[in-house]
C-alpha cells in the first residue's frame, strides 16, 4: 500500500483567495487522483494527474480554478482559487496501487477547507 | 454509465449483532467493485474489492461483502459489529471500459454501532 500525506490538515481562509493543496506519497505513482468531499455528501473527482502530461479535470471542475502540478512521480499539487464559501469541503489525493483496473487507490488524510 | 446507489443513509445495529451494509451497482460490462471506510477526521481506509472469482470477498478488520450478479449488489457483512466499526462507508465501482482510475462513489452509508 502507499503512505500519502497532505499538507495542510486543515485551513481557514478568506474569500477571494488561493490556497495550494499539497500532496506526497511514498512511492512513485503513475496516476494521482485529486477529489473534494463536499459537508454530508460523497467524493466527487476534480481531475487526474499524470506526471508529464495535462491534468485531465470532470465536468463542472476548470483549469483556471483547480489548478494542478505533478512535477514528478511521487507529488502533486491541487490550487484552490479565487475561493468562495461554495469551495468549503475536504480534498483528498489518492493513488492507484498500480496499472491494473483491479487495483485499489489509496487516499490521504484530506485537507478540510473552510472559507468565510 | 458507471453508478453505484447506497439505499440506507444510516443502519443502526447493536454491538455483538450481524451488520449489513447495501450497495447496488449499475455497470456496462464486468464491474469492479470496491468498499471504504472512512472514520472522522481522517481519510478513506480500502476494505476490501471483488474482481472476479469467489462471490464472497474478506477484507480488513473481519468485514466481508457478497457479490450478486443477478441483484446487481455487493453488500458489506460482518458478522459480529462492534462499537469502533462506527464510521461512514463508501461503496465504490471502477469507471471501465476505458480503464481511466477512476472511481465512482456512492453516497456513503453511516453505520452507528451501538453498546
Known amino acids: 500500500s502507499a503512505v500519502i500525506s497532505q499538507k495542510p490538515s486543515r485551513d481557514i481562509c478568506q474569500r477571494g483567495t488561493s490556497l495550494t493543496i499539497q500532496c506526497q506519497v511514498d512511492?512513485?505513482?503513475?496516476?494521482m487522483f485529486w477529489y473534494r468531499q463536499q459537508p454530508g455528501q460523497s467524493l466527487t473527482l476534480i481531475a487526474t494527474a499524470n506526471q508529464g502530461s495535462e491534468a485531465t479535470y470532470e465536468s463542472g471542475f476548470v483549469i483556471d480554478k483547480f489548478p494542478i502540478s505533478r512535477p514528478n512521480l511521487t507529488f502533486s499539487t491541487l490550487t484552490v482559487s479565487n475561493m468562495s464559501p461554495e469551495d468549503s469541503s475536504i480534498y483528498l489525493c489518492?493513488?492507484?496501487?498500480?496499472?491494473?483496473?483491479?487495483?485499489?487507490?489509496?487516499f490521504g488524510p484530506g485537507t478540510r477547507l473552510t472559507v468565510l | 454509465a458507471q453508478s453505484v446507489a447506497q439505499p440506507e443513509d444510516q443502519v443502526n445495529v447493536a454491538e455483538g449483532n450481524p451488520l449489513t451494509v447495501k450497495c447496488t451497482y449499475s455497470v456496462s460490462g464486468n464491474p469492479y467493485l470496491f468498499w471504504y471506510v472512512q472514520y472522522p477526521n481522517r481519510g478513506l481506509q480500502f476494505l476490501l474489492k471483488y474482481i472476479t472469482g469467489d462471490n464472497l470477498v474478506k477484507g480488513s478488520y473481519g468485514f466481508e461483502a457478497e457479490f450478486n450478479k443477478s441483484q446487481t449488489s455487493f453488500h458489506l457483512k460482518k458478522p459480529s459489529a462492534l462499537v469502533s466499526d462506527s464510521a461512514l462507508y463508501f461503496c465504490?465501482?471502477?469507471?471501465?471500459?476505458?480503464?481511466?482510475?477512476?472511481?465512482?462513489f456512492g453516497q456513503g452509508t453511516t453505520l452507528q454501532v451501538k453498546p
Open positions: 489518492s493513488v492507484a496501487s498500480g496499472g491494473r483496473a483491479g487495483n485499489e487507490q489509496f
Open positions: 512511492s512513485q505513482v503513475t496516476m
Open positions: 465504490a465501482v471502477r469507471d471501465i471500459p476505458g480503464n481511466t482510475g477512476k472511481l465512482i
